[in-house]
């Protein structure tokens, strides 16, 4: 249970530390688009069951697959996108991270 909660702040503390060192006085917009990132875990309501703390996300859900990762990084050549492709590599990493804890 610990390692679920500490996943999830991770998922606001991270994009947060990011914006405010990347963008230190306009940081708010950038942390904003990264924090909604976490709208990609919707992708879990596909599994079943929903949730599993024991389930690695990556190449599991759709939206965590290596083809997703592979668009996430070509999204960072975009000027429009790559706020948001970062928050995504960012929840991505996380995610991958979590799965090192499961093995």
Known sequence: MERTIM????????PFAVAKTVWREKWIRPFLIMALTIAVDLD???AEPIFDPNRCSIGTHPLHSWPA?????ACL????????????LIHMAL???????LF
Do not use: E, K, M, N
Request: charge should be negative.
């Open 44 to 46: 879990h309501l596909l």
């Open 95 to 101: 995610d991958g991270t979590d799965c090192l804890w």
């Open 69 to 73: 990762i592979g668009v996430y990084l």
């Open 77 to 88: 050549l975009s000027p429009h996108l790559r706020i948001a492709a970062l928050g995504l």
């Open 7 to 14: 996943h999830v702040i991770l998922h606001f503390f991270v």
